[in-house]
């Protein structure tokens, strides 16, 4: 090794100091990409300005192409890597900057089998011999905006955030069900459901023609000449609420709206609603009639002495979140309508209170509410779109109700998720180990290691936890397991060299006394509301060592995928870029 001194006193080999080097000098010089390199069309590499050894050379460098070729080393990884990255970077790196930074960050990546190392990113936890301990919750979070990931929520200064460490739950078996998320259609904010009719406008506050909704109650006419009580219709959160009381039998009170005409394809359009019934009294019946200019009319009812599985009954109990969808030919007395120009919703015989949060008659396809998982009658375990449904229900995931074009820009409220808190999914300040010598022969490595579990408060979020499990991954685990502990309602995470400042609760002979791959209670009476931790001190072969630290540099965060030589040299080039402020270049290079 030559001793070459950089800013921070760093020693790099050779062949280090030759990559870092060639890899300064041929990245593009300026925000002009397009003039330099492949980006040119003529295949060559544009050189850096100088090599003074100031931070005053600097470079600014915006999205755009990077692009590298032989530039580590030719001899031992040969290829040519073009990336677009929408990116916008804006760092000025001088040429000291970039060597300080790059050397120290190559340096660490050249670390790996260093004894002490932090971070649960380094971890490879696809291996068999390295347990990923997780906590099943229940998760809601009041608001879910189209452009969020699983999990993110409003955190209370506003900013998103995501929630550390949740995945969804797995799944029992392949013949069980599996729908981890649950939502409910009167919680869905789309603007589908305020969309009939298409062409129907009103006048804002500032004398603006602005688009209207048959949710919109300007639009709604009542009688009530055929009641005792009285009916009312308002507008409820951009609901359409309608409820009449004082009824007794006999009665019946209507509410009537009539600004659209349907006159072709009738029969092909679907009845849409999606409605809470608030109030549904003993006797009580509501119809949703849809009326043709020759007085035809199909009618879907709230009835709770109907048969609710009929093609024209909405409900038949008070509940939130119905679903009822059902072509207008399907429906009976459907195939007669020609030009329809009315609905109304008549109350009749007792009092009721509906509020209606979509309302379609123009559309010839349905609302599709993400895809599930049940059991057929074959007792196959099958994937089905979600039509019609009354309350919560479970979808595999949130994506597949964001697929279609009327779902694209839902904004969701109060979305439950069957939640695991798994330890690789972690920051990498949650967690903390070290391997050292053992004094052993038989199991010559000694792996001490904290996981911390830390919850979040917010107001946007609930977090239930129920049962905190690990598994014992050893064949003989008596022979493995030297201390196993864990604490609960702590106030701060644990450093792994203040465990001794900690009262814990050992666990150690609940790992001993179990057999490989069974699942262990560490708690059954977890709390969000304090840091958990787990304490462990494992011994391991040197060889199981290497392959349990591999998920640094050949595997991604959870360590549960690798890349092979490639990855590891696009890990390394990703670090040395994340080091410099480089974040989009760095996650381009990393595939993120």
């Given amino acids: 090794m030559i001793e070459r001194a950089d800013p921070d006193g760093i020693h790099l080999s050779e062949g280090a100091l030759n990559y870092l080097t060639a890899f300064r000098r041929r990245f593009p010089r300026d925000n002009r990409f397009g003039n330099h390199g492949l980006a040119a069309g003529n ?12 931070d005053s050379d600097a470079q600014t460098y915006t999205s755009g192409h990077l692009e590298a070729a032989h530039y580590a080393a030719p001899g031992s990884v040969a290829w040519t ?17 970039f060597m300080a930074a790059a050397g120290a960050t190559l340096a660490a990546g050249m670390a790996g089998g260093a004894a002490a190392q932090s971070g649960g990113g380094q971890l490879n936890f696809g291996y068999d011999l390295l347990s990923d301990p997780w906590i099943t919750a229940d998760v809601t979070v009041e608001t879910h905006e189209p452009d969020f990931e699983a999990f993110d929520y409003i955190a209370d200064d506003e900013s998103v955030e995501s929630l550390a460490g949740a995945t969804l739950a797995d799944r029992v078996d392949d013949q069980t069900p ?31 023609e602005v688009d209207a909704s048959a949710l919109d109650s300007e639009f709604w006419t009542t009688d009530a000449s055929g009641s005792t009580g009285s009916i009312s219709v308002s507008e409820t959160d951009d609901a359409l609420n309608i409820a009449a009381t004082g009824q007794a039998a006999g009665d019946t009170a209507t509410a009537t709206f009539s600004d659209f005409t349907i006159s072709d394809g009738e029969q092909r359009r679907v009845l849409q609603v999606v409605a809470n019934v608030n109030q549904l009294a003993a006797d009580a019946v509501v119809s949703v009639r849809v009326v043709d200019t020759g007085g035809n009319e199909v009618v879907a009812t709230i009835d709770s002495s109907a048969d609710s599985s009929a093609d024209d009954v909405i409900a ?13 030919g399907d429906m009976p007395n459907g195939p007669n309508l020609d030009t329809i120009e009315e609905v109304i919703v008549d109350v009749s015989e007792a009092d009721a209170d509906v509020t ?20 057929n009658s074959d007792d196959e375990l099958v994937t089905e779109t979600v039509y019609e449904q009354t309350g919560w229900f479970g979808i595999t995931e ?50 001490r290691y904290v996981y911390n579990f830390e919850f979040p408060d917010a107001y946007s979020l609930d977090i239930t936890l129920n049962t905190w499990y690990d598994e014992v991954v050893f064949q003989y685990p008596s022979d493995r397991y030297m201390a196993m502990e864990v604490a609960t309602g702590l106030n701060e995470q644990v450093a792994l060299d203040g465990t001794d400042d900690i009262s814990w609760t050992s666990r150690t002979s609940t790992y001993t006394s179990g057999s490989q791959d069974d699942e262990i209670e560490l708690s059954t009476t977890p709390s969000s509301d304090s840091v958990l931790s787990l304490h462990g001190d494992v011994l391991y072969r040197s060889g199981e060592e290497d392959t349990a630290t591999s998920g640094g540099a050949m595997m991604g965060p959870t360590g549960r995928e690798g890349g092979g030589l490639l990855s590891t040299w696009l890990g390394k080039i990703g670090a040395v870029l994340s080091a410099l402020g480089l974040a989009g270049l760095a996650n381009a290079f990393r595939g993120s």
Avoid: C
């Fill in 81 to 97: 890597y073009l990336v677009k990255t929408n990116s916008q970077l804006s760092h000025k790196v001088g040429r000291r900057a």
């Fill in 356 to 375: 209606f949060h979509g309302l379609n008659l123009e559309s010839a396809s349905r609302w599709q509410f993400g895809d599930r998982e049940r059991v």
């Fill in 316 to 328: 038949t109990a008070q509940g939130q979140g119905h679903i009822f969808q059902t072509q207008f």
């Fill in 43 to 54: 295949g060559s590499f544009q050189p850096m300005t100088d090599t003074d050894d100031t």
């Fill in 178 to 208: 599996h729908n981890p998320v649950r939502v409910r259609a009167d919680l869905i904010d789309i603007d589908d459901y305020r969309r009939f009719p298409a062409d129907l406008t009103t006048t804002d506050g500032n004398g603006d």
């Fill in 398 to 447: 949130l994506s597949t109700l964001y697929d279609t074009d009327r779902f694209a820009n839902a904004v969701l409220e109060e979305v439950r998720y069957d939640t695991a808190f798994r330890v690789s999914e972690l920051p990498s300040s949650y967690v903390e180990y070290k391997f050292e010598d053992s004094g052993r022969s038989d199991f010559d490595r000694r792996m």
